[in-house]
């Protein structure tokens, strides 16, 4: 049903936690209806220097959030921004169709740590 | 790897005398059981053997049995073929909200046709209550259908009780014992069971083989239209070898029924007692009235599949209602009707046990699954509780 890549990621999740002094954490998600993702990410200089989650949910929605942590780490805030569903699935190795909408929420919540970043910092 | 299976409720292994007694009816005995010449009549007698030792099973006649394919395939067959039959008297049939998805669906399909269909609500640990059951009988009722024991949440249902206001109603009553049949006593002359389904893989028969009891009496309509096989009920050339597996295990079930259980039900116990010393887990369905190997929980925090997944890679196979773990992405209903919210029911698993456990078995998943549970708490957002629940609405996108 899955990829190695996501058997992978979900056996080994990479960057799991919080972080106590994030700049921007962002949320997506519901228990209700699935799954729910928490970003934090650490900015320094415009780029994200340190990203971790927390999530609830299912083999992919843990892989896709150790997957797109390991993305934005390294990256500028307008390269993170780019990050989308469709790439992080990709570098997944594919996701079943059934999971890509409802438990591949990286993105969202990646994007929403950016803005709560910015919203803070008054950019 | 050590494995444990502990999903007895999706499915058994065959037990090795039912495979033996099968293996001559591929080649030896391969006849059509309507052919009038010696292969063809040792078939035939093979049949009429495995029809009585399924019958005995439920203390039914033997010509009260027709075998079918699946247990799905009898339930349509009992929900379809009475009201189909009865539709001149009445058009209302009434099932209850845990009913598995071949009774659930065929009374959707019948409501499209004209009929009106009652679901029951259940208590919170899956009971019908006999006062509402009368309640909502009019005088077009024609079928009531109440599942046995549910497969989701191992509650055994007080048939007897339901069945016995069917009765003094002269209403026919029909039961999906699929997850009950072979694993606990049933007397379908003491129950007042007018129709019962029961499948042979849920007591170590082969998968394909599977049987509707019927009153004898009652008139049914059949879903099934070709020659005279089953009593001209259901057409189709008979699954010799799957029907004579069927009979063995019947046999058998019968044979060993209080043995099995007598092995099974203190495992389970033991299961149940210390999954329960995790924190924030609740057990579903009644601790007592319920399948003598079925122990189901929502583990709070955590979401089902994620637990599949990690109990599949240490060797345990189990199972979950969770909205991510099912295809269709939706919280199983059963969950919903004993009154776990949704995000309670993201948690849930489903662990059965079978002949083969062992005492090693539930130590070995004694061990494994609080760290399993920790393992993922670990990740979740909600390991310190259910923060932010009470804005919850689905804002995920479709």
Redesign the interface.
């Known amino acids: 049903m899955y990829s190695k890549k996501v058997m992978e990621h979900f056996t080994n999740p990479r960057n799991v936690g919080e972080i106590p002094d994030a700049d921007g954490i962002g949320t997506e998600g519901n228990p209700v209806c699935g799954d729910v993702m928490k970003v934090y990410i650490k900015v320094k200089d415009n780029k994200i220097v340190d990203a971790k989650f927390q999530t609830f949910g299912c083999g992919a929605a843990i892989a896709v959030s150790s997957m797109v942590t390991e993305m934005a780490k390294g990256k500028t805030l307008d390269e993170a921004l780019k990050i989308t569903r469709e790439s992080i699935a990709d570098a997944l190795d594919g996701l079943p169709p059934q999971k890509m909408h409802c438990s591949n929420l990286g993105a969202e919540a990646l994007h929403k740590a950016i803005e709560d970043y910015k919203k803070k910092h008054g950019k | 790897m050590k494995t444990v299976y502990l999903d007895h409720v999706a499915t058994n292994p065959i037990h090795p005398e039912v495979l033996e007694e099968m293996l001559p009816y591929f080649k030896e005995h391969f006849g059509n059981p309507l052919s009038i010449y010696e292969p063809g009549l040792k078939a035939r007698e093979a049949i009429e053997k495995a029809r009585e030792q399924t019958a005995s099973l439920i203390n039914a006649k033997p010509k009260e049995i027709i075998f079918t394919s699946s247990g799905a395939e009898a339930n349509n067959f009992a929900i379809r073929g009475i009201a189909y039959a009865m539709q001149n008297k009445g058009k209302h049939i009434i099932i209850s909200k845990i009913e598995h998805h071949s009774v659930l669906n065929s009374a959707r399909f019948l409501e499209k046709q004209g009929f009106v269909v009652t679901y029951l609500p259940v208590d919170k640990y899956g009971f019908i209550d006999p006062e509402a059951l009368k309640k909502a009988i009019t005088d077009q009722t024609v079928l009531i259908s109440i599942i046995h024991a549910s497969p989701e949440i191992g509650t055994i249902q007080n048939i007897e009780a339901l069945a016995r206001v069917a009765k003094e109603r002269g209403i026919i009553f029909h039961t999906d014992a699929v997850a009950s049949a072979g694993n606990i006593p049933i007397d379908v002359q003491k129950m007042n069971i007018d129709l019962l389904s029961m499948a042979a893989h849920q007591f170590y028969g082969p998968k394909g083989a599977a049987a509707l009891y019927i009153r004898e009496g009652t008139r049914i309509v059949p879903l099934i239209y070709g020659g005279i096989q089953e009593g001209g009920r259901r057409a189709g050339t008979e699954n010799v070898p799957a029907i004579v597996g069927m009979g063995k295990a019947a046999e058998l079930a019968k044979r060993d029924m209080q043995k099995r259980i007598d092995h099974i039900k203190p495992l389970r116990d033991k299961l149940i007692e210390n999954t329960l010393k995790i924190e924030n887990v609740i057990l579903t369905g009644h601790p007592e009235q319920r399948l003598p190997g079925h122990a189901s929980f929502v583990v709070e925090?955590?979401?089902?599949?994620?637990m599949l997944?990690?109990l599949a890679?240490k060797g345990i196979y189990a199972a979950s209602g969770?909205?991510?773990?099912s295809?269709a992405?939706k919280a199983s209903p059963v969950l919903t009707s004993i009154g776990i919210?949704?995000?309670l029911a993201?948690g849930s698993v489903v662990f059965t046990l079978g002949e083969g456990t062992t005492a090693e078995d539930i130590d070995y998943f004694n061990e494994t699954f609080p760290q399993i549970v920790s393992r993922l708490r670990?990740?979740?957002?909600?390991?310190k509780g259910?923060e932010g629940?009470e804005d919850?609405?689905?804002?995920?996108?479709?």
């Open positions: 925090y955590v979401e089902g599949e994620a997944l990690m890679a969770s909205a991510c773990s295809k992405l919210p949704a995000h993201q670990e990740i979740s957002p909600y390991q259910w629940m919850a609405s689905c804002t995920a996108k479709k």
